[in-house]
C-alpha cells in the first residue's frame, strides 16, 4: 500500500493565486514527520517546510504553510500567493519513527504557474 | 558553504563498462543515503548509512553497490550497469538528531546507459 499519496500529478494556477498542494500519509507510528520539498526544472531537491506529528501548530515558512489534519492523514502545502518562480516538481515525503532518518517518498505534482 | 557535492553531474556510458558515482558532504553529517528518480515513481532509495562502515539496503538496491569508509564520502558503485539503471540519482546527507532536520540533496547525476 502507499505510504504517501499525492492526487495531483499536475496543476495549473493563475501567477497570485494560492495553492494547495495534496499529500496524504499512511502509518501507525505515532512519532513521524512529514516534509516538503521542491525541484525546479534545474533539478535541485529544495527542503521547503517540515510538520512533526506533536507539532501543536501548523508550520509556516514565509509564503509556504502545511495544514496538517492529524486525523485525516493528511499534509497539504499551501503556497500564498505564487510566482512562476514556483514552477516546479512538489514532493511530500514522510519519515517513520523519532530517530528514523528514512524518507518515504510520493510521486510529486508538477505545478506550472501562468502568468 | 555547506553542501552535497556529486560527480560526474552527466554520464553517458555502455552496459557493463564498471562506474562510479561519487559524493562527499562537508556538514559532518553521519546519515548518507542514495536514491533515483524515475518519472511518475519519486524518489526511491537504493542504499544509506547511517555511520562509517555501516551501510544497509534501501527499496531498490539490486545492481548497486556502496561504501562509507569515510564520513564525508558516500560514493556509488555500478559494477555492470545496464539500460534500467539509465536514471537521476541523488545523494543526500542528513545530521543524526532525526526529528525535523533535512535531508541535503546534491545537484543530482543523470546517468545513460546504453
Known amino acids: 500500500a502507499q505510504k504517501i499519496t499525492q492526487t495531483q500529478p499536475g496543476m495549473f494556477v493563475q501567477e497570485k493565486e494560492a495553492v494547495t498542494l495534496d499529500c496524504t500519509y499512511d502509518?501507525?507510528?505515532?512519532?513521524?514527520?512529514l516534509f516538503w520539498y521542491k525541484q525546479p526544472s534545474s533539478g535541485e531537491m529544495i527542503f521547503l517546510i517540515y510538520?512533526?506529528?506533536?507539532d501543536q501548530q501548523n508550520a509556516t515558512e514565509g509564503r509556504y504553510s502545511l495544514n496538517f489534519q492529524k486525523a485525516r492523514k493528511s499534509a497539504n502545502l499551501v503556497i500564498s500567493a505564487s510566482q512562476l518562480g514556483d514552477s516546479a516538481m512538489y514532493f511530500c515525503?514522510?519519515?517513520?519513527?523519532?530517530?528514523?532518518?528514512?524518507?518515504?517518498w510520493g510521486a510529486g505534482t508538477k505545478l506550472i504557474i501562468k502568468p | 558553504e555547506a553542501q552535497v557535492t556529486q560527480n560526474p553531474r552527466y554520464l553517458i556510458t555502455v552496459t557493463g563498462k564498471k562506474l562510479t558515482v561519487t559524493c562527499s558532504q562537508n556538514?559532518?553529517?553521519?546519515?548518507m543515503s542514495w536514491y533515483r528518480q524515475d518519472p511518475g515513481l519519486g524518489l526511491r532509495q537504493i542504499y544509506y548509512?547511517?555511520?562509517?562502515?555501516?551501510?544497509d539496503k534501501g527499496d531498490v538496491p539490486e545492481g548497486y553497490k556502496v561504501s562509507r569508509k569515510e564520513k564525508r564520502n558516500f560514493p556509488l558503485i555500478l559494477e555492470s550497469p545496464s539500460p534500467n539503471q539509465t536514471s537521476l540519482y541523488f545523494c543526500?546527507?542528513?545530521?543524526?538528531?532525526?526529528?525535523?532536520?533535512?535531508?541535503?540533496f546534491g545537484d543530482g547525476t543523470r546517468l545513460s546507459i546504453l
Open positions: 548509512s547511517m555511520n562509517v562502515e555501516v551501510t
Open positions: 502509518t501507525s507510528d505515532p512519532s513521524y514527520g
Open positions: 515525503a514522510m519519515r517513520e519513527g523519532r530517530s528514523n532518518y528514512q524518507l518515504i
Open positions: 543526500a546527507s542528513s545530521s543524526g538528531s532525526g526529528g525535523g532536520q533535512p535531508q541535503h
Open positions: 510538520q512533526g506529528s506533536y
Open positions: 556538514m559532518n553529517h553521519e546519515y
